[in-house]
């Protein structure tokens, strides 16, 4: 079958094609085509048996979403967005990007009429504040950024356009993705990463938010899992509510940190250094905190249990080196 | 002050634009200029002191929106809409008019820079099924029509332009008006009036769902004090959810029967003829039933308390007799 990924330069793009050639297949089919997009050209692997392109353009610009989808894949990861961070200090590039790219390709794919499976990557930033102490799988979205806001619309274009039968469509809400291997990003969430990141490299890191901050997070190797998961689950099992709150592990800041220290030690703890940033610390006040993730995991999402498994894995599949 | 009205032609807009015009003022301001807008042109009231112009055309289209804005008013009533039951058949118009059209009409605003007030009115059918026994304000809004994608798209765009200081919006969901005078229109609730309005004319109406069917609804005159209310509230009292759920009564269709029964007799009741239809069905069996709306409440919104007072209401405002 023909799978088609955007975003597919970005970590989780990259991470998940690397997956999709090792595995070969998917929901029990052999993947024959994979078509790589973004603005940037992906690289595509070569690998027999795998015709894989990469489609270099922006989704959201005339005739992109068309071209991508004139083949009719069978099955479309939609990844491509701007971040959380950009879409606040750049407003129109938000918009034109996490919402008409979206229903360019959301209608680009309801005119080819086949019906594929879109899988989307939504944000925990649909919800904000104030919440709970724990959030529900019925409690209300109102976002309170413009990236939130965009993946909100977007998520409702998915629910309304897989009601009328144009695709078949699954919305996962990621949790904050910790560890990103690499450099930081314009993500508010950027941090999250960077504090556990830049001290195992032996670099410092700026931790601009109070230590009690608490926030959900799941491990790359997870959101890929997710994808995969969401690519092959059954659409009759989801129901009417095509978005689902992804499982997560819910710690402060601090417990980041400690386990940081049980993994790494003091000295590698040491690198990180606090620097209130007002812009972040705006963002972040907002996000929702932790998830009674109850749907996803009937529906058989599964994450990691702890952080200390998190940063354990990313040792493992970064640095090449077991954490323990 | 100049005020701008989309959809003054509809029947919310019509009776909005006579209170307008009869009070003469608003938030302690006097009303000066009323610009009535509707793809039909609306009809423009002729009073001293109040120059009203009809503007025809359709805010959708390139340059409508942007020409409504050019004078600033300084508050902007969106009725403008098309209705659920043709949202739901005719797909593109839909998205369209609900969501392109009020986009225009928000970034016409945000370009202009004069951060008005926003009135919008959204709609109950931002909800979907399945609900909890009475839905609080803070469950989550998964709407199941086209109508309802698009109402609350249009609600997120107007947190996030407030958000963002572009205007000062605030959106209130309406119940089901009822007794809409008049004929029938595409609405998919548009039956909800029928059985009390064509009966009272003495003519048959028709029943397209089960008496068991519990809805909730206000009057058209409940409406407009609601759209009043939204234009003098204080923005900073609403907070950062800016979408208000209207209160409203909830009863059975039975119950409103009942209410008809008591206030015009058993003859009246008797015009109303059972005659299931399936397309009408399976859209209001996924609207919601009953809400506690205490925040709206807590705000100062008020509508009617019993169904009778709304049938009373309707008979004296629109058949010009007491209803008693």
Do not use: C
Request: no cysteine; glycine share 10%.
């Amino acid at each position: 079958m023909r799978v088609l990924i955007t975003g597919a330069a970005g970590m989780v793009g990259r991470k998940l094609t690397e997956r999709l050639v090792k595995d070969g297949r998917l929901a029990g089919r052999p993947i024959t085509a994979l078509d790589l997009s973004d603005v940037v050209p992906p690289t595509a692997p070569q690998v027999p048996g795998i015709k894989a392109r990469p489609r270099a353009g922006d989704v959201s610009m005339p005739g992109i979403a068309e071209a991508l989808i004139e083949k009719k894949p069978s099955l479309v990861f939609h990844l491509a967005g701007i971040v959380s961070g950009e879409s606040e200090s750049n407003f129109e590039l938000g918009y034109r990007v996490n919402l008409d790219g979206t229903r360019a390709l959301f209608d680009a794919i309801r005119l080819s009429g086949h019906n594929p499976r879109v899988v989307f990557t939504s944000s925990i930033a649909v919800f904000g504040a104030p919440f709970p102490e724990v959030i529900h799988d019925d409690f209300q979205q109102v976002p309170l950024t413009s990236y939130g806001t965009q993946k909100l619309i977007s998520e409702l274009l998915l629910n309304d356009y897989s009601r009328r039968g144009f695709f078949d469509g699954i919305g996962i809400r990621l949790p904050t993705l910790v560890v990103r291997p690499g450099k930081a990003n314009k993500a508010a969430s950027s941090f999250f990463s960077g504090i556990i990141r830049e001290p195992l490299n032996g670099q410092e890191a700026l931790l601009p938010v109070p230590r009690s901050v608490v926030h959900t997070h799941a491990s790359p190797r997870s959101a890929v899992n997710f994808l995969i998961h969401a690519a092959e689950i059954e659409g009759a099992k989801v129901g009417t509510r095509r978005n689902i709150t992804m499982p997560g592990v819910g710690v402060t800041v601090e417990e980041q940190i400690d386990a940081l220290r049980r993994i790494a030690g003091e000295d590698v703890v040491k690198l990180i250094r606090e620097e209130p940033d007002e812009a972040v610390w705006k963002i972040v006040q907002n996000w929702p905190t932790r998830f009674d993730t109850s749907r996803a995991r009937e529906l058989g999402f599964t994450a990691e249990q702890s952080f200390d498994e998190i940063v354990k894995g990313y040792i493992e599949e970064e640095l090449g080196e077991r954490g323990e």
